[in-house]
């Protein structure tokens, strides 16, 4: 054949066509304002990809929205729709930054000693180093993204537009700075975000002790998990409703070892059953505890410094670490007879994500984005319905999240991100903020000033990215054509980080949502449903799974395998199975272009179309039609679903074989078969773009190729000429349009279905009968009023159901059924094969008799059961099931003994 190997070698074609799309500029969409002839009323698709942390590596949640995203920028490009994919990097602030903090340990120094510009400047070089390896990876992929349109968070234009961001809001009075309770990390000395603190169940303890009151030899007890925290507290707490300690509200009671003085108050957060029922309250370590502060009017002291010692207010206990000071103030408590028990207890334990020591919530005095004013315009556009969130069911944790929003910390103590575009006066004391580098106080003039240190939380910069990477703050022709942009596809787990503040972000700065569209995935699990965890073992490397299976395996298995919002199963057997489909699409590729440079290059007469052609054709619409339905819904998964099983269990299964006998009739019968098998195979391998791009780019090449070099573009007859509608290359070949379902349709299937299910039922008797694929069977076919019909499939009936042509009989009716055969009825179609042929008969009458037996022991049990006593005293419902069972055994026996009657 010509060009077109046995086997498909994904290595040697994968890398080939990317550089080939890539090169031809197939990635770039078709109405660009950059080129000439670009027309504005033509409404683009646009999807800005998750931009990666620029100095990771490819895991599956990467291989996940990367496969998602191409495949509707494919869909979509291939429907003639302008089509954009802006691609990027995240400067992802502390994963960089302990990169470069690494690197430096090595070398025996520390950021601070030698200073920030120079560390800057490592940071700088870090990433071009290692930078373009994540990017490379999603390449790989197969992502179809304009790569001349890449933009990373710390790039000019990008911190440009950060500065432009931060300073109107800072104008607008919803940026301030000041103390509130912050998620804190020890090890890395900055706050971080929520998204950045992973939760894990461990072994602690439950630690109960007394809490004196003022003034009195009676005391409450009391329960934590942090003793060392009891230094900050400032109240104990009790429901409003719980009479055991009703009297002691509006007491004071106090703080162990250090003898202050604090309230006991009434508030309904507190939990009854859980320890004693009273709660202490820590307001500067604990982010409860802190509302109920607020709502109580209570002192807020932080007792631990940046690195977790004790500070000045921890008395005796200052300078020691923060769990020395547990174990120290403990045993001081227990000294005192404070302590009441200890009792095992699981721990939800809060550790950073990056340095994996456990979070500390502290008050620190940070900068804060006022939230509300903006929660309340990004609910709004919900509501609405300018945006939909997909699945649905996320709209109310959308909601949920909104309402109940805090202000946002978007500091953080690093030195490599965008820095807070806040300068401080050290003469009139009063802070700016400013666009542009200043080089005085703008309200004294003073040169004597300097810039906050801290830097910029990244979902401050990524909040920004559906619009500054199309050049905000500028007004580019990017901007004004591309944005809003069309979806945001994303996991679900980052719906309130990250899509909640772009949705923010874009109605604050440029009044228009972001995108009409936020489609959610599910996280990837392994087979057994359990999270992937290297402490587990489970997790699977996409890049070698690629080098093994190839991309298009790895793609077509997890865009299957997905549904919007819900989490999904994945084990390498599934990617091994559909490795295995993309070599059926191969080898049926292969046969189909085989039988067009075999066949006449075009025909002499009109066609004549048989019941396959014109059922492969039904099926072939009915599957387009579905598609396009389940694409417009999301289900994505299901169309790949349907899409394959058409391919292999009716396209490969049913018709390439039946071509196989139309082919070999030559004249028009092959020339007609050849076309079908090229229409279905084109329209199929279009379907299957988005999902597998490079098997299916490269088959189509080969397939377009031996279109044109063999078959004639002029038929003379009235027939759509193959290759009609092809592009230059399949990514940018027309998507097939559902076309509505013409009448002969549907007679077509139900006639083809009939003909299945004759075949099946021999299939079935020949397999259950263990009867060599070999062996041809002689049979007699009782077809009532359609002998034609099947007359007309006589020669697929034969071949496909492994019968002889020559003792095969296709008549209106029996007298009496033929002796010695095995009946099959298939509707009012009957099929009788003889059974010695199938089987050695006195073999055969010996099993049968063997399990009539068998089944006659069981009914006499069963009948002598359920007339003693058992009938009357065991239950209903147990006695039916033994009924139940009777009947089952009773008629086993009776399709038994008509089975022997044949050998009598």
């Known amino acids: 054949m010509k060009n077109l190997p046995k086997a498909y070698d994904f290595r040697e074609t994968e890398q080939r066509i990317y550089q080939w799309w890539w090169e031809k500029g197939y990635f770039k969409p078709s109405n660009d304002p950059r080129q000439e002839g670009f027309d504005p009323s033509v409404k683009p698709f646009v999807i800005s990809i998750p931009p990666p942390n620029v100095t990771g590596e490819l895991h599956l949640g990467h291989a996940m929205f990367v496969s998602m995203e191409d495949l509707m920028i494919r869909y979509h490009r291939m429907k003639g729709i302008p089509t954009l994919w802006v691609p990027g990097a995240d400067h992802a602030g502390i994963a960089t930054q302990l990169q470069v903090e690494k690197s430096l340990a090595k070398e025996g120094k520390t950021r601070e000693q030698i200073g920030r510009e120079a560390f800057l400047e490592r940071a700088w070089a870090w990433k071009e180093k290692f930078g373009g390896i994540i990017t490379q990876q999603i390449r790989r992929l197969g992502a179809s993204c304009d790569w001349d349109r890449e933009r990373f968070t710390l790039d000019e234009g990008l911190?440009?537009?950060?500065?432009?961001?931060?300073?109107?809001?800072?104008?607008k009075g919803l940026i301030y700075r000041g103390p509130r309770l912050i998620n804190w990390s020890p090890g890395l000395k900055t706050a971080v975000s929520d998204l950045e603190v992973e939760y894990s169940q461990e072994a602690g303890t439950l630690y109960y002790f007394k809490y004196l009151l003022v003034d009195s030899e009676d005391y409450i007890v009391v329960a934590t998990v942090r003793p060392e925290t009891i230094l900050g507290d400032t109240a104990v707490a009790v429901h409003p409703e719980d009479a055991r300690y009703a009297s002691y509200v509006g007491k004071e009671v106090l703080v162990p070892i250090?003898?202050?003085?604090?309230?006991?108050?009434a508030?309904?957060?507190?939990?009854?059953e859980f320890g004693s029922g009273a709660l202490k309250i820590t307001p500067g370590h604990d982010p409860n505890d802190y509302a109920i502060g607020e709502r109580h009017g209570l002192a807020v002291i932080s007792v631990l410094d940046e690195a977790a010692r004790v500070n000045e207010n921890g008395g005796p206990y200052a300078g020691l670490d923060r769990f020395e000071c547990r174990h120290k103030l403990w045993e001081d408590m227990r000294a005192a007879g404070l302590v009441v028990k200890e009792e095992p207890y699981i721990l939800n334990v809060p550790r950073s994500q990056r340095g994996g020591e456990i979070i500390e919530p502290m008050v620190s005095t940070q900068w804060f984005v006022r939230i509300q004013p903006?929660?309340?315009?990004?609910?709004?556009?919900?509501r609405d319905g300018r945006i939909q969130i997909v699945p649905e069911r996320f709209t109310k944790v959308y909601y949920n999240w909104l309402e109940n929003i805090d202000d946002w910390c978007i500091s953080r103590q690093l030195w490599w991100g965008h820095r807070i575009p806040v300068w401080y006066c050290e003469d009139c004391g009063k802070m700016f903020a400013s666009r542009e580098d200043p080089n005085h106080c703008s309200h004294c003039r003073s040169q004597q000033i300097h810039q906050d240190?801290?830097?910029l939380d990244t979902w401050f910069s990524s909040g920004l990215w559906p619009f500054s990477t199309l050049g905000w703050p500028e007004e580019t022709p990017d901007l004004a054509y591309f944005y809003p942009t069309a979806m945001m596809e994303t996991g679900y787990d980052i719906l309130f980080f990250w899509v909640a503040r772009m949705i923010m972000s874009g109605l604050e700065f440029t009044g228009q949502v972001p995108f009409d569209t936020v489609y959610l995935h599910g996280l990837i699990r392994d087979e057994n449903g359990r999270k992937m965890s290297k402490s587990y073992g489970n997790v699977i490397d996409p890049l070698p799974v690629m080098d093994e299976l190839g991309t298009d395996a790895l793609r077509f298995t997890l865009l299957v395998g997905s549904t919007p919002g819900n989490d999904m199963n994945l084990s390498l057997k599934k990617v091994e199975a559909n490795r295995n489909f993309a070599n059926k699409v191969w080898n049926a590729s292969r046969f189909v272009i085989g039988a067009l440079y075999q066949a006449p290059p075009c025909p002499k007469e009109a066609p004549q179309w048989t019941l396959a052609d014109s059922w492969i054709w039904a099926r072939l619409q009915a599957l387009v039609r579905d598609v396009e339905r389940l694409f417009t819904n999301y289900q994505y998964g299901e169309a790949g679903r349907q899409i394959y099983d058409f391919f292999w269990n009716e396209y490969a299964d049913w018709?390439?074989?039946?071509?196989?006998?139309q082919l070999a009739e030559g004249g028009d019968r092959a020339f007609?078969?050849?076309y079908t098998l090229a229409r279905v195979l084109d329209t199929c391998l279009r379907l299957l773009h988005p999902f597998t791009p490079f098997v299916t780019e490269e088959l189509w090449g080969h397939l377009h190729a031996a279109v044109l070099e063999h078959f004639d573009q002029d038929y003379g007859v009235s027939l759509t000429p193959l290759g009609a509608d092809w592009a230059e290359a399949l990514i940018i070949t027309p998507w097939p349009m559902p076309k509505d379902e013409e009448g002969w349709e549907a007679q077509a299937v139900a006639d083809f279905t009939l003909f299945q299910e004759v075949v099946r039922a021999v299939r079935n008797l020949r397999s259950e009968k263990n009867v060599k694929p070999g062996v041809k069977l002689g049979a007699v076919l009782v077809a009532s009023e359609r002998v034609e019909f099947f007359e007309a499939l006589r020669g697929n009936l034969s071949m496909l159901a492994g019968l002889d042509p020559k003792a095969f009989h296709i008549v209106s009716a029996l007298d009496k059924k033929p002796e010695g055969s095995v009946g099959l009825v298939v509707g009012s179609i009957e099929v009788y094969l003889p059974l010695s042929e199938m089987v050695d008969l006195g073999e055969e009458k010996a099993r049968l008799q063997k399990e009539l037996a068998e089944n006659e022991a069981q009914i006499a049990r069963l009948e002598g059961l359920l007339t003693s006593p058992f009938a009357e005293k065991a239950p209903s419902a147990v006695v039916q099931k033994e009924r139940d069972r009777l009947v089952l055994f009773q008629d086993a026996a009776r399709k038994l003994r008509d089975q022997l009657r044949a050998f009598d």
């Open 453 to 455: 240190p801290d830097v």
């Open 374 to 382: 903006l929660a309340e315009a990004a609910l709004e556009a919900v």
């Open 267 to 272: 508030d309904a957060y507190v939990d009854r």
């Open 159 to 171: 911190s440009r537009a950060v500065r432009e961001a931060f300073v109107q809001l800072y104008e």
């Open 258 to 265: 250090l003898g202050r003085r604090i309230p006991v108050i």
């Open 655 to 661: 018709y390439v074989e039946i071509a196989k006998l």
């Open 672 to 674: 007609y078969t050849a």
